[in-house]
């Protein structure tokens, strides 16, 4: 089992900048996938960011590549989410997954075994 909780959402001005956080514990981090996914209200939960175990890729969607940025500290089990240059419709809970597969379709919500409880963003106009 992994327990992941994530941390860092909060209200922010259009422009503005957040980095999320998420800690896990439970397993050897340092072998999981990690991403991150968001659900708007009203919406279904779309993929946001992934990192592979080592950190040597990582994968964005569409709508935030160049603004937000994913990393990881394998020795903190901890993945971070840097969000610049935030947008109102980027508003959504936040959440963070992980993976115990090695190869597979990052993007989709059921390539991950855990998830944290989310972190809610807001971004006013």
């Known amino acids: 089992q992994v327990q992941l909780v994530e941390s860092g959402g909060g209200l922010v001005q259009a422009g503005g900048s957040l980095t999320l956080s998420c800690a896990a514990s439970g397993r050897t981090f340092s072998t999981l996938a990690m991403g991150w996914f968001r659900q708007a209200p009203g919406k279904e939960r779309e993929f946001v960011a992934a990192?592979?175990?080592?950190?040597?890729?990582?994968y964005y969607a569409d709508s935030v590549k160049g603004r937000f940025t994913i990393s990881r500290d394998n020795a903190k089990n901890t993945v971070f989410l840097q969000m610049n240059s935030l947008k109102p419709e980027d508003t959504a809970v936040y959440y963070c997954s992980a993976s115990r597969s090695a190869a597979g379709y990052v993007y989709s919500d059921k390539f991950y075994d855990y998830w944290g409880q989310g972190t809610q963003v807001t971004v006013s106009s």
């Open positions: 990192i592979v175990w080592n950190g040597s890729k990582t």
